[in-house]
């Protein structure tokens, strides 16, 4: 992991970012299809509980997978999450100067 966060980071607006990372694109794929089929109101306080935690943390990769669930949220279900919005916003602005250059370029996606 450690390897991974000096690496540079790329700029990429798909899912390319996680090309080398099966993990990944799995559990992203996992959440938009149970965001998408359970229906995003019935699971969407669950997923917030978890990316609060997320965020509260002192790890930066915890961090930044709040910041991306986040953004999976919005995607996967934009009408129930729509209400989010705004406190999503300032969380992710929250992150925009933090020390770590992966969570930056994960707040402001």
Do not use: N
């Not at 000096?6 to 700029?11: R, S």
């Not at 999450?81 to 402001?108: I, K, T, Y």
């Amino acid at each position: 992991v450690d390897a991974w966060a000096k690496e540079p980071v790329a700029l990429q607006e798909d899912a390319a970012h996680w090309e080398h990372d099966d993990r990944a694109i799995f559990a992203e794929s996992l959440l938009e299809s149970f965001l998408q089929s359970a229906g995003g109101s019935r699971c969407l306080a669950s997923v917030l509980s978890l990316v609060e935690t997320l965020l509260k943390s002192d790890r930066w990769q915890e961090t930044r997978a709040g910041l991306s669930i986040l953004e999976i949220c919005l995607a996967s279900a934009p009408c129930t999450f729509s209400a989010h919005v705004p406190v999503a916003v300032e969380a992710a602005l929250s992150f925009v100067s933090h020390p770590c250059g992966r969570v930056q370029f994960q707040a402001v996606q």
